[in-house]
Each structure stands twice: as structure tokens, then as C-alpha cells.
């Protein structure tokens, strides 16, 4: 079946330093690929999607590339804010006999302190 | 644009009692939407998938009967927890597919809903 593998959290970064979350896959076919962010209290937001290999997302300074070879879809970003402090799925979505669903990972925590 | 909303926000119950959970698309039709339940620092897991006009697809060990799903309208779907214990305190989302949006598979969610059971 499918799924989605994140690397543990929590990540604490002091402000600006280089972020990166790991995310890799398993499923048949291509699948769509997502990270989602939900800040404390709050529900999913869609932070960047890829539907094709070799495609990269990106929104608010985050990346993540689509890459089929090593099934991965890691997420990226060059200088992190305080404000960036959230939780972050990874997730892709194949149709299914059972119809459309997302496979979400375990989600990784990131703090960003001052 | 697709927006999806969900009310109340929060809720505390008495337990024995059931709670209703509304999930809207405010400016789509969603066809089919999703109800996840999310416990402290885990993942979502998916309760439902929940179809207009026919009855929800329960997925393994959720129960049927005690989480009734109503799909009843294409901007609307809600989620009963009857006869709530505590051990159904939780953080329940629920997400929405937009139609027009097909290719890219993606679900919008709502802001969730806090329960407590006490």
C-alpha cells in the first residue's frame, strides 16, 4: 500500500539557518505530492504540491522537488522566521479503488527560535 | 478560493451525549469530502470518506454507528459522535475535494474542531 515516511521530530532552528525536512514515499504509479503546515490550534494548510516527476513546488520561500528516482519529496527552505514554527505533513494522493485518498506522514514539528 | 469551513470550533460535551460537526465548502460544490481525526502530535488519520447523496465509506475500525456521517447537500457534510465517551476527545478535520480540480488530487480542509469529552 501507500506510504509516507517524514523524518522525527522535533526540528529547532534559530532564526535564518537552513531548513530542511526529509519525506520519502512508497507507491505505484505517480502519485501526487504534498506538504501541508498546521500551525498550533489550527487545521491543515497546503503549503506546496508536485504532481509529476521532476516538478517542484514552492510557496513562501519553501521547496520541495518531485523526484521519482529516490521517491522523495523533501521540503526546503534557505532562511527560516520564528513565524515559520509549525507542524509539516508530507503527503501524497493516488486514486484508489476505494476511491481518492491522502497518505499523510507522521508530521515533523520545527521551531524556529530567535 | 476553495474554501472550507467547520463549526463549532470547539465544543465540550458531557459524556453519553452526541455532538454534531458541520464541515462547508463555502465557494465550491464538493462532491466528496474527508473526516480525519488527529490526536496530540500524531498524524491525521481518515475516519471517512464521505459521498453526496449515498452513504459514507467507513475505513477499518472506525465505527459506523457511532460516528454517523451525513452528506446531504454539495456544500455540506457533517459528522455525529454519539453517545461521546472521553476516549473520543479528539481534534476532528475535515477536507473537501474541489471537482474543478482533479488533476492535482488535492483535498482543502477546514479549520478543525476541537472535542472534549468530559
Known amino acids: 500500500g501507500n506510504s509516507v515516511t517524514q523524518m522525527e521530530g522535533p526540528v529547532t532552528l534559530s532564526e535564518e539557518a537552513f531548513l530542511t525536512i526529509n519525506c520519502t514515499y512508497t507507491?505505484?504509479?505517480?502519485?501526487?505530492l504534498f506538504w501541508y503546515v498546521q500551525y498550533p490550534g489550527e487545521g491543515l494548510q497546503l503549503l506546496l504540491k508536485a504532481t509529476k516527476a521532476d516538478d517542484k513546488g514552492s510557496n513562501k520561500g519553501f521547496e520541495a522537488t518531485y523526484r521519482k528516482e529516490t521517491t522523495s519529496f523533501h521540503l526546503e527552505k534557505g532562511s527560516v522566521q520564528v513565524s515559520d514554527s509549525a507542524v509539516y505533513f508530507c503527503?501524497?494522493?493516488?486514486?484508489?479503488?476505494?476511491?481518492?485518498?491522502?497518505?499523510f506522514g507522521t508530521g515533523t514539528q520545527l521551531k524556529v527560535e530567535l | 478560493g476553495a474554501v472550507v469551513s467547520q463549526h463549532p470550533s470547539w465544543v465540550i460535551c458531557k459524556s453519553g451525549t452526541s455532538v454534531k460537526i458541520e464541515c462547508r465548502s463555502l465557494?465550491?460544490?464538493?462532491?466528496?469530502m474527508f473526516w480525519y481525526r488527529q490526536f496530540p502530535k500524531q498524524s491525521l488519520m481518515l475516519m471517512a470518506t464521505?459521498?453526496?447523496?449515498?452513504?459514507?465509506?467507513?475505513e477499518q475500525g472506525v465505527e459506523k454507528d457511532k460516528f454517523l456521517i451525513n452528506h446531504a447537500s454539495l456544500t455540506l457534510s457533517t459528522l455525529t459522535v454519539t453517545s461521546a465517551h472521553p476516549e473520543d476527545s479528539s481534534f476532528y478535520i475535515c477536507s473537501a475535494r474541489d471537482p474543478l480540480r482533479e488533476v492535482s488530487n488535492e483535498q482543502f480542509f477546514g479549520p478543525g474542531t476541537r472535542l472534549t469529552v468530559l
Open positions: 465557494d465550491f460544490q464538493a462532491t466528496t
Open positions: 507507491a505505484t504509479g505517480y502519485p501526487s
Open positions: 464521505s459521498n453526496e447523496g449515498s452513504k459514507a465509506t467507513y
Open positions: 503527503a501524497l494522493s493516488k486514486v484508489t479503488g476505494g476511491g481518492n485518498k491522502l497518505t
